[in-house]
T-cell receptor, first 116, second 112 residues
Framework: DTEVTQTPKHLVMGMTNKKSLKCEQHMGHRAMYWYKQKAKKPPELMFVYSYEKLSINESVPSRFSPECPNSSLLNLHLHALQPEDSALYLC???????????????FGEGSWLTVV | SQQGEEDPQALSIQEGENATMNCSYKTSINNLQWYRQNSGRGLVHLILIRSNEREKHSGRLRVTLDTSKKSSSLLITASRAADTASYFCATDWNQAGTALIFGKGTTLSVSS
């Protein structure tokens, strides 16, 4: 079972709405990630946070705004989304960004977003 | 863009049979990881193999890594219906290994 918790599990929002996806982990991890996954496609990296600071923004449109208020929480604020943004949004965490140490990334169950 | 390419894209077998999935990647890596995803669910980490390892086992899973060919394979032995899922290999997103980049995945269907 995953120790990365995402809420809500499902979200339907209009194109003019403002909503947020939330992610929480209590494993003491200092790196957190947002991935986006469309149906029958692999996850695609959106953002990476390390020690609460944004490390990578993979050219994500500004209508997606990440926030890391503390080491356990990661939010994704959504505003003026388009129907093509409908997807599964996955949060993940790892001990640090140091991949060389065999650092595993753990994923949450995801939040299904539908933009209408 | 994806770093890894899985092969085959889809695989259908009977319970009790073995399932083999292959992954090829493009650049040098620190580690390679395999994940499972049940339909509509999150990704479950299966196994991590480091670049200096050639083979690793975990229960019914066996992973091999050939860095000279930039390829890896995942073998699931004595498959069960519960193994039905999509399987992704994941490698380093960049040279620093800051994140993961996923292959296209193999969809495994195990029928009883």
């Amino acid at each position: 079972d995953t120790e990365v918790t995402q809420t809500p599990k499902h979200l339907v929002m209009g194109m003019t709405n403002k909503k947020s996806l939330k992610c929480e982990q209590h494993m003491g991890h200092r790196a957190m990630y947002w991935y986006k996954q469309k149906a029958k496609k692999p996850p695609e990296l959106m953002f990476v946070y390390s020690y609460e600071k944004l490390s990578i923004n993979e050219s994500v449109p500004s209508r997606f705004s990440p926030e890391c208020p503390n080491s356990s929480l990661l939010n994704l604020h959504l505003h003026a989304l388009q129907p093509e943004d409908s997807a599964l949004y996955l949060c993940a965490s790892s001990h640090t960004l140091d991949r060389g140490a065999g650092n595993t990334i753990y994923f949450g169950e995801g939040s299904w977003l539908t933009v209408v | 863009s994806q770093q890894g390419e899985e092969d085959p894209q889809a695989l259908s077998i009977q319970e009790g049979e073995n399932a083999t999935m292959n992954c090829s990647y493009k650049t040098s890596i620190n580690n390679l990881q395999w994940y499972r995803q049940n339909s509509g669910r999150g990704l479950v980490h299966l196994i991590l193999i480091r670049s200096n390892e050639r083979e690793k086992h975990s229960g019914r899973l066996r992973v091999t890594l050939d860095t000279s060919k930039k390829s890896s394979s995942l073998l699931i032995t004595a498959s069960r219906a519960a193994d039905t899922a999509s399987y992704f290999c994941a490698t380093d997103w960049n040279q620093a290994g800051t994140a993961l980049i996923f292959g296209k995945g193999t969809t495994l269907s195990v029928s009883s």
